[in-house]
């Protein structure tokens, strides 16, 4: 029996919350993450990760899904703990932190690639960023201003998804 492409490639939106949970505020995407999946419900359209990938790699995890959602720490000339939220495209095509790596590509030119060599990958993918400057200091825990926007951070999230949902 063959399967249907919607049984092999189901209509799930991939949150992705990035970076390195013992690099301080560089662990922001992850916090963002638990807090979205904490607030889904079990049976959601949603598969919520954490990833500590770029380029090619995090590429090969939005295989199969037509929508993602990034949430990483972000240098900017903005106040630390300030949120911005764009789609990838409208990204610079080099290093936003995690969406790039010095041995790799950018996550842009690397879902090009994947799409020329066949992969579903998706057409639409988001990126919230939250501004910080300290991503090099060992340490569990988020500085003030970025932890206090992890709760409005997760917001935008859950309102991205919701509005897959009205589509």
């Known amino acids: ?8 490639y189901p209509m799930k939106t991939l949150v992705v ?3 390195n949970p013992i690099l301080g ?9 638990e807090e979205v999946k904490k607030q889904l419900s079990t049976d959601s359209h949603v598969d919520v ?9 995090l590429m090969e995890h939005l295989i199969g899904y037509p929508k993602a959602i990034l949430v990483d720490a972000f240098a900017l000339d903005e ?9 990838l ?9 995690h969406t790039t790596c010095p041995h790799d590509t950018s996550l842009q030119n690397a879902i090009a690639l994947g799409k ?23 340490s569990e825990s988020l500085s003030s201003p970025v932890a206090d926007a992890v709760p409005l951070a997760a917001k935008f999230v ?10």
């Open 1 to 8: 029996m063959v399967k249907k492409e919607a049984e092999l």
């Open 17 to 19: 919350g990035l970076g």
């Open 25 to 33: 505020d560089d662990g922001v995407g992850w916090k963002v993450a």
């Open 49 to 57: 990760e954490c990833l500590s990938l770029g380029g090619i790699s």
């Open 79 to 87: 106040p630390i703990g300030s949120i911005l939220i764009l789609k």
């Open 89 to 97: 495209d409208d990204l610079p095509n080099y290093s936003a932190y």
């Open 116 to 138: 020329t060599m066949g992969a579903k990958l998706p057409d639409d993918v988001m990126v919230v960023g939250i501004a910080t400057t300290r991503v090099h200091e060992f």
């Open 158 to 167: 859950l309102e991205l998804l919701e509005e897959d949902v009205k589509t």
